[in-house]
């Protein structure tokens, strides 16, 4: 079965500092996609960035980046000079390509809080 | 603003009553997504429409139903309501089928079943 663990609830920063969102994931599917959103408070899901399990770069976005270790079968996000604007619930999530076709699976959420 | 469209804003009904959420996707956009996201069970996949066809179901209960039509859009059914079926349904859509391929999520539609 697919699972995603996000080990943090709640994270601080502060503020044009760097910051590492944790998540580990597990799924017997040999080719998957791993994804994070954005939801801030005012509840809208917002795509940050996406890794192939095959893609041989970690993937990078602005001032995000996925820290993608497969072994370890670990996707952690890393925001970069964090603004007061990051303060939002992170997700993680996971769609197998294979044997879990599109099914779409999220871990628990981190929520982050970016201090002045 | 992601494009995406869902009516109403909000819902509030009472249990045992049946509603229906309307989504429509990004223009150019095939896939359609339902998601619901809960305290207690957080964010789940619920089932995905490309091109009008069903193409996978997560954990939608029997009770609900959507279809996407020839327009694109789609509506997700919710019958037989029951206090636990409040939620934030979002519907997400995206350009083709690929995992790679960005979901992009709607505003969502906030039920409340009392």
């Known amino acids: 079965a697919q699972k995603i663990t996000q080990t943090q609830p709640g994270m601080f920063v502060q503020e044009k500092e760097a910051v590492t969102l944790d998540c580990t994931y597990d799924?017997?599917?040999?080719?998957?996609?791993l994804f994070w959103y954005k939801q801030p408070s005012s509840g809208e899901m917002i795509f940050l960035i996406y890794?192939?399990?095959?893609?041989?770069q970690n993937a990078t976005e602005g001032r995000y980046s996925l820290n993608f270790q497969k072994a370890r079968k670990s996707a952690n996000l890393v925001i970069s000079a964090s603004q007061l604007g990051d303060s939002a619930m992170y997700f993680c999530a996971m769609r197998g390509m294979e044997t879990s076709y599109d099914k779409v699976i999220f871990g628990p959420g981190t929520s982050l809080s970016v201090i002045p | 603003d992601s494009g995406v469209t869902q009516t109403p804003k909000h819902l509030i009904t009472a249990t045992g009553q049946r509603v229906t959420l309307r989504c429509s996707p990004r223009s150019g956009d095939l896939s359609v997504y339902w998601y619901q996201q809960s305290l207690d069970q957080g964010l789940q996949f619920l089932i995905q429409?490309?091109?009008?066809?069903?193409?996978a179901k997560g954990n939608i209960l029997e009770r609900f139903s959507a279809q996407q039509f020839p327009d694109l859009h789609s509506e997700l059914n919710l019958s037989s309501l029951e206090l636990g079926d409040s939620a934030l349904y979002f519907c997400?859509?995206?350009?083709?089928?690929?995992?790679?391929?960005?979901?992009?999520f709607g505003p969502g539609t906030r039920l409340t079943v009392l």
């Open positions: 799924t017997s599917d040999p080719s998957y996609g």
């Open positions: 429409y490309y091109n009008g066809e069903e193409r």
């Open positions: 890794q192939g399990s095959y893609d041989q």
């Open positions: 997400a859509s995206s350009v083709g089928l690929a995992a790679y391929n960005e979901q992009f």
